[in-house]
């Protein structure tokens, strides 16, 4: 797995290196992002998972207010005890929620098992900003999701069903403090072999924008539970944005669990290349 995580990471630095050579575009209408994320848990079991994700997304601005984002993953774990994910690495011109909480199958779901990897569930995004922010208002921005069942559920990359879901989400700035909330409801498919549930998912935070370069911010995210059986979700992260260019940008992150069936600990990169 380490000689894996170093080849992925040597590919995310070759994208980097691309994307800052690329001319500029006047007006950018799309983005394109690659990352690398880890995390690690027992997530209710007696045996830790290793797991790791390396997203391609897509995103399509056809005008201000409108966006469509496609995420393409390839997923690694180091055994099957952890059966999803939730959410998806989710950018944007404004924030970048990036999901990387796993589902742990502490109801005696899965078992230990040999190392597995391959492409991960596909999803669609789409997101309209209803209202924008204003003087005292923030940004009102509504969004759904749909979640195809391309991971192999037999080495337990995925559920092996179709999810969908809504959220509204929240901007606001204070002069340099940008502050955001975002809550939605998950509905997920039905499945003979894991007591799937619908939930309900959140996240929040609040970032200062030292430079114009450059964003550090702190959040919470979480979850009621998605699986009968195992606790809700919960953990905290520390993000860095850093716009290297006008086209290229640069995330990162640390997270800590706060619940068990959330990862002990992960970390990410992502580069973006928006024109």
Same mark, same amino acid.
């Given at each position: 797995? %380490? /000689?894996?995580?170093?080849?992925?990471?040597?590919?995310?630095?070759?994208?980097?290196?691309?994307?800052?050579?690329?001319?500029?575009? !006047?007006?950018?209408?799309?983005?394109?992002?690659?990352?690398?994320?880890?995390?690690?848990?027992?997530?209710?079991?007696?045996?830790?998972?290793? &797991?790791?994700?390396?997203? =391609?997304?897509?995103?399509?601005?056809?005008?201000?207010?409108? !966006?469509?984002?496609?995420?393409?993953?390839?997923?690694?774990?180091?055994?099957?005890?952890?059966?999803?994910?939730?959410?998806?690495?989710?950018?944007?011109?404004?924030?970048?929620?990036?999901?990387?909480?796993?589902?742990?199958?502490?109801?005696?779901?899965?078992?230990?098992?040999?190392?597995?990897?391959?492409?991960?569930? %596909?999803?669609?995004?789409?997101?309209?900003?209803?209202?924008?922010?204003?003087?005292?208002?923030?940004?009102?921005?509504?969004?759904?999701?749909?979640?195809?069942?391309?991971?192999?559920?037999? /080495? *337990?990359?995925?559920?092996?069903?179709?999810?969908?879901?809504?959220?509204?989400?929240?901007?606001?700035?204070?002069?340099?403090?940008?502050?955001?909330?975002? &809550?939605?409801?998950?509905?997920?498919? /039905?499945?003979?072999? %894991?007591? =799937?549930?619908?939930?309900?998912?959140?996240?929040?935070?609040?970032?200062?924008?030292?430079?114009? *370069?450059?964003?550090?911010?702190? %959040?919470?995210?979480?979850?009621?539970?998605?699986?009968?059986?195992? !606790?809700?979700?919960?953990?905290?992260?520390?993000?860095?944005?850093?716009?290297?260019? /006008?086209?290229?940008?640069?995330?990162?992150?640390?997270?800590?669990?706060?619940?068990?069936? *959330?990862?002990?600990?992960?970390?990410?990169?992502?580069?973006?290349?928006?024109?």
């Amino acid at each position: 797995m %380490i /000689k894996m995580f170093r080849r992925a990471l040597c590919i995310l630095g070759l994208f980097s290196l691309f994307v800052t050579g690329v001319a500029y575009a !006047d007006q950018p209408h799309y983005s394109l992002g690659l990352g690398l994320e880890f995390s690690t848990g027992k997530y209710g079991t007696d045996t830790r998972t290793n &797991a790791v994700f390396v997203p =391609l997304s897509v995103a399509v601005f056809p005008n201000d207010r409108l !966006d469509f984002f496609l995420e393409l993953p390839f997923v690694y774990q180091s055994n099957n005890n952890v059966v999803s994910r939730l959410g998806g690495s989710m950018h944007n011109s404004q924030t970048s929620t990036g999901s990387t909480t796993m589902m742990g199958s502490g109801s005696g779901m899965g078992g230990g098992g040999m190392g597995e990897g391959g492409i991960g569930d %596909i999803t669609l995004k789409a997101g309209y900003v209803m209202f924008p922010e204003g003087d005292k208002l923030p940004q009102i921005r509504p969004n759904v999701f749909v979640k195809f069942p391309t991971a192999d559920k037999n /080495k *337990s990359l995925g559920t092996g069903e179709f999810d969908g879901g809504v959220a509204v989400a929240f901007w606001k700035w204070f002069e340099k403090w940008g502050t955001f909330a975002e &809550a939605g409801y998950a509905i997920q498919g /039905k499945s003979s072999s %894991i007591p =799937l549930k619908n939930y309900l998912y959140y996240s929040t935070g609040v970032g200062y924008q030292v430079s114009d *370069s450059f964003r550090p911010m702190l %959040i919470l995210k979480g979850s009621t539970e998605p699986v009968a059986g195992i !606790d809700p979700l919960l953990e905290a992260r520390v993000k860095l944005r850093y716009q290297a260019s /006008k086209q290229v940008g640069i995330e990162g992150y640390l997270a800590k669990g706060i619940t068990k069936s *959330s990862p002990d600990v992960g970390t990410g990169i992502a580069v973006y290349y928006d024109f």
